[in-house]
Each structure stands twice: as structure tokens, then as C-alpha cells.
């Protein structure tokens, strides 16, 4: 009998080889046999420990003895009871007396009467579909998107222990990492080719699936459906700082310009043009707010029809930030109405508080409604799913 020795002797090193030799059994080719030591699943789980005091010892002898002698006295009959058919895509997990046994299966398995509890797994893949979530690109926009998520049991033990509803816990970790991947992209690459991120989800599942004793064998997502587009971007700071400097550059040459012009005392006089600049841009004739928006409001009541109506159902108070007055459309009562003042019958299902350029922007299409409250430039009392029921409204509109 061979068997390897340990190197060094010590708690923190082992080097004994998983396989044992022996001559006993010649084989054809080398004359030696080969049998493997079994090796835990889950050495981590601690099962029916005998370290315990010994009344404890004495206590769990006697009670596993009478289920013993229990199921010995009433055979056949307990035999239809206690021996369960375990086939072999399937696991048997087995507690007794609150301790956790080794994995059982397949074949047939033998469950004590009164201090058994046991719970079968399946080990064959499975697949559900994950409802539909909403997502925020970061651009903006909002799409709403599902997934189908394909996963097995891949150490049952690890699964039992952790997991008290499977496809549940799954489910809520595949919209996470939905939201967390997809987010990061902009509104058009999802909505052209979000498929190629079903990789990037599975691999983020399977971080904390693995810890579950599951494995994510492939994740599908559904076709992205558009509920928001992203705003239009507005000309930001280093753009005019580009059209103070000719309309050209990069950082780095427009940083070594303003050196230049410092050096040479010129910095002032181009500080001057751009401030001139912004003045001339910045010279928009004073607008009449209450007769503009009064225009907006009559011209969102001329296009009220029944369809509308019917697919809305809701009533909206709009208070201006400019003046603060007050402007109701309401689409739920009657056939529709839209005017100055509050709301004259029955309460609002959402007030938007907003400024007069950002209502034009919201009526005209130019920015929905999720945009403008993600942004800051609306403020909402109301349910925001109630607020973006407007896109129905501006949809006809022809501002």
C-alpha cells in the first residue's frame, strides 16, 4: 500500500494527494489500480456533529432509536411512508432533528418517521420571465424592458440553506443588474442592439447566484420598448467657451490660448468679446407669460376628442414658477376642459409645478415629462406614471 506523506508537518499545510495507490488490482496497462477518496460537497456546512455535551449525545441516541424501532414495528405499512424515490436529476436534503445531513439521492432513500424533514431538489435547468421594468438611460430616456433568465441548481445543500424563495430572489436580482448594466448606456444603443448585453447581465446574476449554490446558464432580454426619448442636449458651457475661442479646439489648445492671452495681456479683451457675445445672445424680447400660456392651455383644449378621453382619464393642475397662477386641464370629466385657475370640480391627480419656458418645451414635444422631472425643472404632487399620461395631449398638438 502506498499513500503520499505530508511535506511539513503543521495546521496550515496539507499536501496529502485526494488519490490513494494500491497493487492489489492489476489493470492492463500499468498494473496499478486507482480509487478516489470522496471528497465533501460542502465542507463548510457542519452535519450531525457529536461534539456536543453528553446528555445532548444521549437525548438525540434516543430519540433517532425510537424512530428506529417505530419504523421497524410498523413495516410494511411504513415502508410506503419513509422510502422516497429520488431519480437522477433530482436531490433529497434531509434535517434531522434540525440537523442538516448529507445530500442524498438517487435512488431510494430512507426518512425517519417524526424527525425527518426533508425537502426534494430538481437539478434540470429552469426558466422564467422576469415582468417587464423600467430603466433610465444615461442620456435620459426611459424604456420599459424584460428579460428571460435560464438557471439550474448546482449545489442543492447551498440552495436550501439560503434560499427560502427561489424564483423570487432571482427574479428581483435580474432586474437589479438589468438596472445597473443598462443604465450606463445611452437611450439609441439599447434600443438598436440591447441584446448584446445579455452576457454583461448573466455575469453580474451569477456573482451573487454562485453564492446561492445556483448557477445562470443564459439570460435573454425582450425587446426594448421607448416610453421616454432623451432630452435634447442644450449647448453647455465648453461649447461656448469654443465659440469664444473661434468655434474650434480641444481643452488642451484652448487652455494654452487663454495662457497666451494672459502672457500677453490679451485675456481681458477676449473676456469682453465673449461677454459681448452673451449679451447679444442673451437679448430675447420680453414675453408676455399669463397671455402666452393662456395660448398654450386654449390651444391644448381644441384638440381634446373622445380617444383621448379614454386613454388619459385624469385631471391636471399646472401652476407657473414665473407668476404663480394657476392653469387646469382636465380629460376625465365631461368632455374635457382646459382653462385658467384651479381646478373646478373634484381634485387633481397631479399638480406640475414648473416654469413657463419648461411648460412650452413640455406641450410642444421638445421634452417629456419624465425628462423634466428627472432634470429638476418640474416638480411634481402626484403620481409621475399619472404626469406622463400628458404625452398623450402633446402628441396631437402642433405647437
Known sequence: MYTYEPLRKGPGLDFRSTFTFSNTGKSASSGTKYSAVSIDMEPEFQYMNPSHPWWVTICTGAVQFFAYFLFIITLPFSAIVCFKMVHQYERIVVYRIGHLLPLK??????????????????????????????????DGGLIL???????????????????????????????????????????SEVMSSGSRYNYDIQTEINEVARDWGLEIGRVELSQPVAEVSPPVQQT???????SGFGGGGDVMGMTQQLLGFAGAGGLNQQYASMNKVSETSTNIPVVDI?????DLINAAGSVIDEDMLYNVDAAFEIKLTDNGNYYFIDLKIGGGSCGKGRLPVGTPDATLILSFSTLHKLLSGKIGAFSAYNSGNLKLEGDIKTAMRLEELVNHLKI
Open 290 to 294: 399669463e397671455k402666452e400660456a393662456g
Open 105 to 138: 439521492g438517487p435512488g431510494i432513500v430512507l426518512i425517519l418517521p417524526c424527525i425527518d424533514r426533508w425537502n426534494k431538489v430538481d437539478l434540470r435547468t429552469k426558466a422564467f420571465n422576469v415582468p417587464p421594468t423600467r430603466v433610465c438611460t444615461s
Open 145 to 187: 424592458i424584460g428579460s428571460v433568465v435560464h438557471f439550474r441548481v448546482q449545489n442543492p445543500l447551498r440552495a436550501n440553506n439560503s434560499l427560502k424563495d427561489m424564483n423570487h430572489s432571482i427574479r428581483t436580482m435580474a432586474q437589479s443588474a438589468m438596472s445597473k448594466i443598462l443604465s450606463k448606456k445611452l437611450f
Open 236 to 242: 453647455g458651457f465648453l461649447d461656448k467657451l469654443k
